[in-house]
């Protein structure tokens, strides 16, 4: 065999063993998966599970399809694992949405603008905090840091009900 022949073998091997070895999941796993939130669309269905599991409200005024800077709340904060967990135990998640492209029936487009006034929504993203109760604790938006500084910044408003 010639120098070049062996070479070339080296060179098809090598490639064929690196595109066969799998990637261990557990060494790239990311803090994120797709959304898997529990998001209620309507604030007195989820009025009731928060009095049954007596825990705060989290509603998330959005415009789903043309926000940038809620579209960067879901992929920063929303998206990530951590977070999704922490509200699974912690919160009733509330979406009340705002598209400008996306059809919504006529009685969800009256019902949301009923809850933006109700809770003097100026912009988007806005978070809204309320007791089980409805009673409003305070209002955010976005936060730099990632999920866990959000996470902290929701705790510390939590307490100052």
Known sequence: ???KVIILSIVIML???SACIAENPEENKESTKKDTIAWFTNLEKAQEVAMERNIPIFIHFTGSDWCKWCWKLEEEIYS????QEYVAENMVMVKIDFPKKIKQPAKT????RKLATRFNIKGFPTVQLLTPDGTPIAQTGFQYGGPEKYIEHLEELLIKK
Do not use: G
């Not at 990530?80 to 977070?83: A, Y």
């Not at 487009?109 to 949301?112: A, E, I, L, S």
């Open 1 to 3: 065999m010639t120098k």
């Open 15 to 17: 490639f064929m063993i």
């Open 80 to 83: 990530k694992t951590v977070f």
């Open 109 to 112: 487009v009256t019902y949301n």
